[in-house]
């Protein structure tokens, strides 16, 4: 279970930065912040990603603790890149907000909360593929 605490230490971060991103155009726009669209939608964009990452997280954790570690193999894989991905994604979107907002300060903590573990993604992507292809459908 090692694994699935690294993941959702690093889903946490994520989390993290939302808070701080919505703490900061709160703050920053007050009752206006419904007329900021663009930050809103960076916002919304963060936190659908992180919806995403934890979900997947949790459904392989279940899976794994129902049916064992040599069921989730691939979609460990699937975690894997899918959280990594996540990490550049929610990167843009909290610098566009913040950018937004004309605050500097947290150029910093957004790359230390959305930096994740090394991952060799070309590997696991092209195990990913060998599966679609092995089974001859999307079957995930």
Do not use: W
Not at 26 to 43: A, H, P
Not at 50 to 55: F, G, P, T
């Amino acid at each position: 279970l090692e694994y699935f605490e690294a993941k959702l230490n690093q889903i946490r971060n994520y989390k993290k930065l939302i808070l701080m991103a919505i703490h900061s155009a709160s703050s920053k726009f007050g009752k206006t912040l419904i007329q900021e669209q663009e930050v809103l939608n960076n916002l919304t964009d963060m936190i659908i990603e992180v919806y995403l990452a934890e979900s997947l997280a949790l459904r392989i954790q279940k899976r794994e603790t129902l049916l064992g570690e040599d069921a989730t193999g691939i979609y460990r894989a699937i975690l894997d890149v899918f959280v990594y991905d996540t990490a550049d994604k929610l990167r843009k979107c909290a610098m566009d907000a913040f950018g937004s907002m004309e605050i500097a300060d947290f150029h910093a903590i957004t790359e230390k909360l959305t930096t994740p573990g090394m991952v060799n993604v070309k590997e696991l992507r092209r195990k990913i593929a060998a599966k679609l292809i092995e089974e001859n459908k999307y079957t995930f």
